[in-house]
Structures are given as C-alpha cells and as structure tokens.
C-alpha cells in the first residue's frame, strides 16, 4: 500500500501539494479535505468578479482550459480523493490520525496518515467594532462573500461604500466598487494608504490618483462604530472624526492566519500567530507539513519573520510540500515581502526592505526617489513610474524598492526582487543588461537610473535631502534658497514650491546667470525629477559654492500642497 | 587648467561619457567632436519615426521635456564645447593630438587630449549587391535616411517594399511600412527570421504572427541583384528563388563597428571587428578609452566575445567611461546579449545563451518550451507567452531564456537577465518572490512555471521529445503513438498533430479508459501546452508504461503544419 497522505485544506497550498505528490509518487494514498464545497479557487480573483471584469464567478474555480475543479476533476485527473464540506477538528499526533466531520451531513470520520499537509489558509480579521454584524456589512473572503455583494448591488440597494482598511484588499475592492457607480470612501487608521508596503511619500503619490478618480480618503482615522436602521441594514459608521452616511461596509482590515487546528494539535505557532515551518516546510511535527495562509515565514533580507499570504506563495510552498511528502528534498529559502496591486491607471509594487524597516533594523541606508517614463520618452505609451529605492551604505546592497505610477511597475519590481534576492549590489543592478528597445524601456532602465542615483550619493557626489526633510526646514523657517532650474512654461504645467524664497533660473541658463544665485545661502536645487536638479547641485558645485543639494524626486514627488 | 578630455562621438556614449564627466570634474576641459549636424538622438526610434508613432524627427532628440540636445544645449547646460559636423580623420597617440576636420568648412584642427574617447558607434553593413546604388535603396542608419524614407512613402512612390534581413531593425522597419500601408516582403538568408536571437521552434512561432498580419517571409532566400528602371530607380529584386517587384529596398543585413580610426591609431581591434576594450572600457591604450557601438564585448555567461550594439549599453558604457575618465574607478562586467523587440501585437526577446551556443560549447543543457497566459488566466487582458529556458544540467544554473508572444515579454527577459547576471539556479528561479497580482501575472509566474518544467527534466520527473524530436520521429516514420490529452472542443480550435496513430483520450478519462492506450509503443503524449501532457506522462508510468514522454510546449508551440 502507498503513503497515506492528508492535505487538510483545498484552495491553493493544498492541492498543489497534493497533485506534486501524486506526480511523484502514483502509489500514494491522498486525501484533501476541504471545509467549504469549493476547490482550487482563485480567491485573489474576486475584486475583479466583484468589478465585472471577471464575468462569471466559475472563471476563479477553472483550469486554463475551462475544466473545473471539482471533486471529480481531482480523482478523475489526479486519482485524488476529495472530501469537501467536511471539516478537520482535531489532530491526534501520536496516532497519525485527523478527525473529520461533513459539515453537511454531521456524519464524522477519523483518517489515519503518514504525512499531513497543514493548509488551513488564513482569514479576514475582523476588527471588534459595534455593528459588524448588521446586514450588508462584509469581509471579502470567499466567492459567497463576492456573490452577496454583487447582488447587493445589482438590485440597487447599495449607493455608498465605506471600506474599513487601505490595504492591498481594501483598494482593489474600492476601485471595483467605483466601476460598479457607488460612492466609495476609505477609512484607514493609519496616516496613509497601504501603510504596510508604502512610506509616505510614495503611498502620497497614490493617494492623488486615487482622490482623482473619486475615491475619498479618511486616513488617520479610527472606525467607532457600524450603525444599522430598525431592519438591521448599516446606515453609517461613526469614527474619531465623524460620522459617514453608508449602504455597505467592506470589513478589509487584515488577514489573520488558521493555525488553530495546528495550534490545538502542539504545535508550534509565532507569538503573533501562524504555524511556524523550516525551510523544508515541516511544523514542529516532522510528519506535518504547512504552507500558505496558514504560516509565517522568513524574509531574505534581515530574516526578520514575516506574515504574508499570498496565493503565489501558497502554490510555492505547495510544490516544495509535494516533494517532501513523497521523500523528496525541496526548501524553501524565504520571501521578499514582494507585493503589487492595481489601482485604477496605476500600479503599486514594493519589495524588500522599506527605509523605515532599515531604522528598526539599525542599517545605515541610503534612499533615493526617481520618477521618470517607463519607455523611450519619445514613445506614445511611455507612462511615468516613481521609485524609492533603499540600499545599504556599507554593502552597497540594494535592500528594497517601492514603485507607483501608470507606467510599467511590475518588471522593475520583479527584477529588484530578483536582485534582492541574490545579493546584487546598486552597482550590479546599475549594469544589469536589460533588454532595451524603445517601447518598453528607456535606453537607460528607470531602475538602473535609480541605482545610479543611489550609487552618486553612496560616493558622496550627489547631495539631496527628501521632501520631507524639505517640508521639515519650511515648517521650521530655516533660511535656504529653493532654486528651480526648469523651463519657464514647466512652472504652470507642474507647480511651484510653497516657498517664498525660490530663485528659477533654468539650467541652461544656470552658468551665465549664477551671480543670481548668493553663495553664503543653503541652495536646495529641484526641476521636475531632479535630474536638472542634480546638474545644478554639480554645476554650483564647480563655482565653488560649499552647501547645496537638490531635492529627492522634484517637483513630481512633492507630497504636500504646490502653489 | 583641467584635463583636456576629448570625445568622438557625439550620439549615446559620447555625450554620456562627457556629461559624467563633468559632473565629477568641473575643471575638465571637455570637446565633443560629431560628424554629423545632430548630436545625441535616439537613433533606436527611428522605426516609430517611420511608423508615425513618433510624429516629428525632433522628438528623438530633444530631452524629456523638450529641450534639444544641440550644440548651445551642450555649451550652456553642462560646459561641454560641441563640434559638429566635424570628422575626426587621425589620432597620433604618441603627441596625444586628433586631427580634426570640419565637414562643411574643410577647416581643420588639432586637439589635443589628456585622455580620449572613441564613440564613433557603428553603420549599417552594405552587402556588395548589384544594384545597392540605385534610387530608393536605403540602409536605416540616421534621421535623414528617415526623412527620405518617409517622403517617398508620403507622396505615394512606394507601394510595395523589400526587407533584406530578417533581423531586429528589418522587422521593425516592417512593422512600420506596414504600418504605412505597404506591402512588404522580406529577404532573410538564414532558414528563420530573427536567427540571432532565436532558435526555430520560437522563431516559427513569430512568424506565424508575421504572416497573420500580411507579412511575406522568404527565409533561406538570397539576394543576387537589385535591379532598376531607367531613370535608376529600383524595380525588384533579384533572389534565388525568384523576382520580387518592389518600389523600396532597405537594406538590415546588420550593423559594423566603426573602429578604422582605432584600428588606423594602433588600437587592438577583434578579428571580426570592433575596438577590444577592458572592464573599465579602456582600449589598449590606456589614455583612449571606448564604448559603444564601436567596440565588442564580454558575455558574462560564457565568456564569449561579441559584438551585440544597443543604445542601452553605449549608456551604460558613457557611464563607466565618465567615471575613470576623471580619476574615479568603474568597470564594465560584460552583457547577457539581451534584446527585446515589439512586432506587431508580439514581443520577442532573448537573453544568456541558446541551446545552440550550448552545444558549440560544449555545455550539457537541458531546455524546456512553456506557453501559458502572463496574467492571471480568468483576468481580461491575459494574453500568452511561450517561454524556451536553457539550463545547465550539471551546475542548474539558468543560462539563457527567449520568450516571445502577445503577453507581457519583458518582464520576463529582464527577470531571467538579472536571473542569469547573478548565476541563479532554476531552483532558485522556481522560488522567486515574483510580485503576484492577478492583472500583473499568474499565481505562480510563467518564468517560475518554465523554471519547474526544467527542474522536473533534471530531476529525471519529466521526460519529453522536443517538437524537432518529434517531427524527425515522423519523417523517419517510427512507430510510436501520440496521445492526445486535451478536451474534445480543443482539437478543432487548435488544430490536431499530423499523425495517424493518435489516440485521443481526454486527461479526465485517461485513468478510466487507460487500456486504450497500447502498452509496447512508444507513447508521446501533449495537450494545448503539455502541462496536462505532463500529468499524463506521470499518470502512465503510474500504470506501469515504461516509455513514456511528452511533447514540449503542446500544440501550440508545435512550429510544423498542423491537421
């Protein structure tokens, strides 16, 4: 007789597990048991049901070729037992024996096992609000979810939306929901969107897109309560700063992971919560696996432990579970916390290391913020793209990357997560051969010109100060120059500095008229990006002025009022 | 006084090399010597000129916001004298002295240099044809061939056109004559169009889109004349399979260095062609530095010498060269031959090595052809990519990637590039943190699919014929049974494989009806794109067949005729 395989959840890590296994191994014995009637769903597909760009919710449950998959599909395909709507409860780990129940029928089942797969997923947190409860008040966890919603406002019984959360969830629901025609407002209890993957000033960029495409934003403030008419139907929330009038609440605050059954059975979990694995994905318990939603794991850089579920993780751990379950040797070395989302026009990735993460983790780094066109300037599709990148001023290795805009973020942030993960310092990355030709790159990759950037000040020829570090001398009233090198006709298109002490000389006129320019001031030099700005800084430089420096990302990446 | 820094060249890496420069250096004594009226244009767009895509000339040379790059550009912003239309004729290394002359004046000059830049870049091959003189017969080297190109078009004098050369800029050039409403054929001598950047099976799959888009390919063709009308305007061609009237040659055959003025001052040229240069791009004299398109280059994967000239890298070149031209230390690693191109509604790029550079290597490779949606498959937009990666059996190091389809091309390259760069494994390729969202890629992307596929071959898991195995098996007529795995609604939509002993038994009831399947034979075994093929492999091993394989890349990838 084969092994006897348990995989105890049926979405993402678990079959993947399962089938991997069956691949390797046709003799064993595998049976996945999963709680709900669904298997194999995309679950990260459901803002797009939700928006109407999936049309069909099946769409989420189908292979490529539009087979669905079922529990047929599974022992048909795959010789790959399936018991759903049936519920794991408890673990005996001594006898090797998961107790079962059909959530349907109540009937109850014990199932002995050589290995077990823990892909127990995670869930939506649900934040102890009064009021969360009431009707049309909802988490976005499960097609259920998606379809309730989807009828709600098919029928017209939902005008406004308040989402609870700016999260990766939180915003994708938020832009379905304006395609769909409500009125959507944010509410985030941090000081800016997407607090987790952004720093401020590039999470600032976002924003404007998003107030440009009607969203409303109400960062920085905390949800009360959930109010609800005599029919048990929200009708507003109430938060530190007011009360919104509301037909739908979105509940998006977080994902919390399943690790109770785990849990219960001994094994060991993080503080914080979520299964704790090696790198060979094995519990506490050698003969139980888990991935996915369900644990924590190790980021690549600074080996900090980190919850991040991801269903492209979850299929990750999956084909290293499958191996190891049939007696191969597989790991699984860890993340870089890469993630991106659209939001609307615009892409947002990160990955790696965020400043902030460098101050808490006490590494000297060097940041820079570049913004320029994804392609060929002179190409019609080209699209801007903001990047911070973050380095190590010692190792010169480049630590992490956060990227905005409507131009192409996604293959920058693949590479910087490529890059990461090898160890490339800003100096490999600078002369990475990525392939150029106009309708996809400039010559000069925004990475690359972003790499050289940080590379310029690690040398100690480029001197900048970040907008906030700009915002901060205003606020204090130091005495400094903003000197503006752009074209006069770029001052209306862009803005001005909300400075009274701006001199504007373009660039090329920088050298004739530098008298203009007093030397015994601070200079803080800018254009649109800063790369004038950085010319300027060099130029007054070679005329012997001692204190000047531009200003990170220009005017573009300015994150407060212009004039 | 500064160091007197002359630079010949004034288009990528010449500018480039100055402008660093005299950032670094202020006191920097800094020329530009240019032959021609135009300095540092995109020469890269002129196809997108050509197509209309770009409406004016001047947008390739003109900065992102509009400034152009002309000889008063160059004094005012960055003091760096321009002399244009200046050629230099000779460089007396010993006096450190170019002789220079004006092209327009015939006045000459002698500059002498601290140290010297070569960017003299390189010019399209003219292949000694009859009839290469004629009227209409153009290579596409620069703005003016451009301009001409468009005014004959402009003014309806070309109806029809001949390309000769199937290779990067002849299919862009095609792409924009099409574009324009011509009819264009093109002349490749090798079998496949784009034969140094990709190997058969891939390029096939190109071509079919060539063709869908009213392209007429004649591969394996030479040209023998081109002939003309009295007045010396072209007629046709000449090839050895035929006349082909045509009102318009281009003439991409490939581009030549222009080292003579190197190779006239003593500098080691390659026997092929092209200024050698070391890591910190200096020739073999050591106050001479050069770039571009001008010299050949390293492979870092291999070691190989080539010559592969880009804008992007004569940027990065600029870069380097700026740098150790002031006193600073930069070097130059070498490239992965990347190169991506947009035709039509495909991408097509390459990096690292073929499998054919493997085997004049000496490399034990193994390869995989995958094809799936570069996006989340139940996401809109999602469109296909095909994927062949070429591994290292031995080390499992990734070695070189061509991917090409109407998806997302780019990302991928640049991935597999940094990949590669850094010496990563197709396990670590598998394990990459790719940000995932399904708009921006499947759960598990495409490359981290493909990298599986290798693994699974190395690891003696799968086991597969490529489409060339397996028509070869055809044409010799062996007795072995394709077995058809996919749904009964596929085989009409995508066509069936020209072999009578198939059987076709959907994967879902393989299991079931697996007596069908005749034990003794030879079973190959594929689907759309094979993955189901695969699972079909591993399924009848299960059941005991011995040999079994699957047919890369499915039908899809299949670049023969199909039934």
Same mark, same amino acid.
């Given at each position: 007789?084969?092994?006897?395989?348990?995989?105890?959840?049926?979405?993402?890590?678990?079959?993947?597990?399962?089938?991997?296994?069956?691949?390797?191994?046709?003799?064993?014995?595998?049976?996945?048991?999963?709680?709900?009637?669904?298997?194999?769903?995309?679950?990260?597909?459901?803002?797009?049901?939700?928006?109407?760009?999936?049309?069909?919710?099946?769409?989420?449950?189908?292979?490529?070729?539009?087979?669905?998959?079922?529990?047929?599909?599974?022992?048909?395909?795959?010789?790959?037992?399936?018991?759903?709507?049936? +519920?794991?409860?408890?673990?005996?780990?001594?006898?090797?024996?998961?107790?079962?129940?059909?959530? /349907?029928?109540?009937?109850?089942?014990?199932?002995?096992?050589?290995?077990? *797969?823990?892909?127990?997923?995670?869930?939506?947190?649900?934040?102890?609000?009064?009021?969360?409860? +009431?009707?049309?008040?909802?988490?976005?966890?499960?097609?259920?979810?998606?379809?309730?919603?989807?009828?709600?406002?098919?029928?017209?019984?939902?005008?406004?939306?308040?989402?609870?959360?700016?999260?990766?969830?939180?915003?994708?629901?938020?832009?379905?929901?304006?395609?769909?025609?409500?009125?959507?407002?944010?509410?985030?209890?941090?000081?800016?969107?997407?607090?987790?993957?952004?720093?401020?000033?590039?999470?600032?960029?976002?924003?404007?897109?998003?107030?440009?495409?009607?969203?409303?934003?109400?960062?920085?403030?905390?949800?009360?309560?959930?109010?609800?008419?005599?029919? $048990?139907?929200?009708?507003?929330?109430?938060?530190?700063?007011?009360?919104?009038?509301?037909?739908?609440?979105?509940?998006?605050?977080?994902?919390?992971?399943?690790?109770?059954? $785990?849990?219960?059975?001994?094994?060991?979990?993080?503080?914080?919560?979520?299964?704790?694995?090696?790198?060979?994905?094995?519990?506490?318990?050698?003969?139980?696996?888990?991935?996915?939603?369900?644990?924590?794991?190790?980021?690549?850089?600074?080996?900090?432990?980190?919850?991040?579920?991801?269903?492209?993780?979850?299929?990750?751990?999956?084909?290293?579970?499958?191996?190891?379950?049939?007696?191969?040797?597989?790991?699984?070395?860890?993340?870089?916390?890469?993630?991106?989302?659209?939001?609307?026009?615009?892409?947002?990735?990160?990955?790696?290391?965020?400043?902030?993460?460098?101050?808490?983790?006490?590494?000297?780094?060097?940041?820079?913020?570049?913004?320029?066109?994804?392609?060929?300037?002179?190409?019609?599709?080209?699209?801007?793209?903001?990047?911070?990148?973050?380095?190590?001023?010692?190792?010169?290795?480049?630590?992490?990357?956060?990227?905005?805009?409507?131009?192409?973020?996604?293959?920058?942030?693949?590479?910087?997560?490529?890059?990461?993960?090898?160890?490339?310092?800003?100096?490999?990355?600078?002369?990475?051969?990525?392939?150029?030709?106009?309708?996809?790159?400039?010559?000069?990759?925004?990475?690359?010109?972003?790499?050289?950037?940080?590379?310029?000040?690690?040398?100690?020829?480029? /001197?900048?100060?970040?907008?906030?570090? *700009?915002?901060?001398?205003?606020?204090?009233?130091?005495?400094?120059?903003? +000197?503006?090198?752009?074209?006069?006709?770029?001052?209306?298109?862009?803005?001005?500095?909300?400075?009274?002490?701006?001199?504007?000389?373009?660039?090329?006129?920088?050298?004739?008229?530098?008298?203009?320019?007093?030397?015994?001031?601070?200079?803080?030099?800018?254009?649109?990006?800063?790369?004038?700005?950085?010319?300027?800084?060099?130029?007054?430089?070679?005329?012997?002025?001692?204190?000047?420096?531009?200003?990170?990302?220009?005017?573009?990446?300015?994150?407060?009022?212009?004039?």
């Amino acid at each position: 007789m084969g092994k006897k395989i348990v995989v105890i959840g049926g979405v993402a890590c678990g079959p993947k597990s399962a089938s991997r296994a069956r691949r390797l191994d046709p003799e064993a014995e595998i049976t996945i048991v999963e709680k709900g009637e669904l298997l194999s769903y995309a679950g990260c597909g459901l803002p797009y049901f939700l928006s109407g760009e999936v049309k069909d919710s099946k769409e989420l449950m189908e292979t490529p070729v539009g087979v669905v998959r079922d529990t047929v599909f599974f022992k048909n395909a795959k010789d790959i037992n399936v018991m759903n709507n049936t +519920l794991a409860e408890t673990i005996d780990t001594k006898k090797k024996v998961v107790s079962v129940v059909n959530v /349907k029928s109540g009937e109850k089942a014990d199932l002995p096992y050589d290995k077990l *797969v823990l892909a127990t997923g995670g869930m939506p947190f649900v934040p102890p609000i009064p009021g969360k409860d +009431l009707n049309k008040v909802f988490t976005l966890c499960c097609i259920e979810d998606a379809r309730a919603i989807d009828t709600i406002i098919d029928k017209g019984d939902a005008k406004k939306a308040v989402i609870v959360g700016g999260g990766l969830i939180g915003l994708e629901v938020t832009e379905a929901l304006i395609a769909r025609g409500l009125e959507v407002t944010i509410v985030e209890m941090m000081d800016w969107i997407l607090p987790q993957l952004f720093e401020f000033e590039m999470s600032a960029f976002l924003e404007k897109h998003l107030i440009s495409k009607g969203v409303k934003l109400m960062t920085g403030t905390t949800v009360k309560e959930i109010k609800g008419d005599g029919a $048990g139907n929200v009708t507003s929330i109430i938060t530190d700063s007011g009360e919104v009038p509301t037909d739908l609440v979105i509940l998006a605050v977080g994902t919390k992971p399943n690790d109770k059954l $785990g849990a219960d059975a001994g094994l060991k979990v993080h503080e914080k919560g979520g299964l704790i694995v090696n790198e060979k994905m094995e519990t506490s318990d050698p003969d139980i696996y888990s991935g996915g939603d369900c644990v924590v794991q190790k980021e690549i850089v600074g080996g900090k432990t980190v919850y991040v579920p991801l269903g492209s993780t979850a299929n990750r751990h999956g084909r290293v579970i499958g191996t190891n379950l049939v007696g191969g040797k597989d790991t699984f070395k860890g993340i870089c916390s890469a993630a991106i989302m659209k939001a609307f026009d615009f892409s947002a990735g990160k990955t790696g290391l965020s400043e902030a993460d460098c101050k808490k983790a006490g590494i000297d780094c060097v940041t820079t913020l570049a913004i320029s066109p994804d392609k060929a300037h002179f190409y019609p599709t080209a699209k801007p793209i903001g990047i911070k990148l973050v380095a190590d001023r010692k190792t010169r290795k480049l630590l992490g990357a956060q990227i905005i805009g409507p131009g192409d973020v996604s293959k920058r942030i693949d590479v910087a997560t490529t890059a990461i993960t090898f160890g490339a310092t800003v100096d490999d990355v600078a002369n990475l051969d990525l392939a150029y030709a106009p309708p996809f790159s400039p010559a000069l990759d925004n990475i690359t010109t972003a790499a050289n950037i940080v590379r310029n000040k690690i040398d100690g020829f480029a /001197k900048s100060l970040s907008p906030m570090e *700009v915002k901060e001398k205003m606020d204090k009233g130091d005495d400094f120059v903003m +000197l503006d090198v752009r074209m006069p006709f770029e001052l209306e298109e862009q803005g001005k500095m909300p400075w009274d002490n701006t001199i504007h000389i373009p660039l090329g006129k920088l050298r004739s008229e530098i008298d203009k320019v007093p030397k015994d001031k601070e200079i803080i030099a800018f254009c649109k990006i800063s790369l004038r700005g950085y010319d300027a800084q060099k130029t007054l430089e070679g005329f012997g002025y001692k204190d000047v420096k531009f200003m990170d990302g220009g005017i573009v990446l300015w994150p407060y009022e212009k004039r």
